[in-house]
């Protein structure tokens, strides 16, 4: 398995930076090879944005159109819904990662 936990110098909204999260969080599943995947939020309103399979025109919407395309060209084979409060390992990296001073990729 694997996991990254980086900071961002970049001020996005909420919602972008879910989005970005999630896009970063395929990737690596991608690249170490630890695909079929299901890649999970506590971000209902990006996951639902997400499944819609809808593009958006919004800020979030180019991302949003990364993601649905490396879904559907790729085995990551889910993107659900976990509430914060259950989610512990993605509540730990978040911490690590305001503690992060330069950025991996």
């Known amino acids: 398995m694997a996991s990254n936990?980086?900071?961002?110098?970049?001020?996005?909204?909420?919602?972008?930076?879910?989005v970005v999260t999630i896009l970063r969080g395929i990737?690596?599943?991608m690249d170490t090879c630890l695909v079929p995947a299901i890649v999970e939020s506590d971000?209902?309103?990006?996951?639902?944005?997400?499944n819609s399979g809808h593009s958006v025109?919004?800020?979030?919407?180019?991302v949003v159109?990364?993601?649905i395309h490396r879904i559907r060209t790729s085995t990551i084979t889910?993107?659900?819904?976990?509430?914060?409060?259950?989610?512990?390992?993605a509540h730990y990296l978040a911490k690590i990662a305001l503690t992060v001073s330069e950025d991996p990729f």
């Open 57 to 62: 025109s919004a800020e979030v919407g180019m």
């Open 5 to 18: 936990a980086q900071r961002l110098e970049v001020s996005f909204s909420p919602q972008v930076a879910e």
């Open 78 to 89: 889910l993107v659900g819904f976990v509430p914060r409060k259950t989610n512990f390992v």
């Open 65 to 67: 159109d990364d993601i």
């Open 43 to 50: 971000a209902l309103g990006v996951v639902n944005l997400i």
């Open 27 to 29: 990737d690596l599943a």
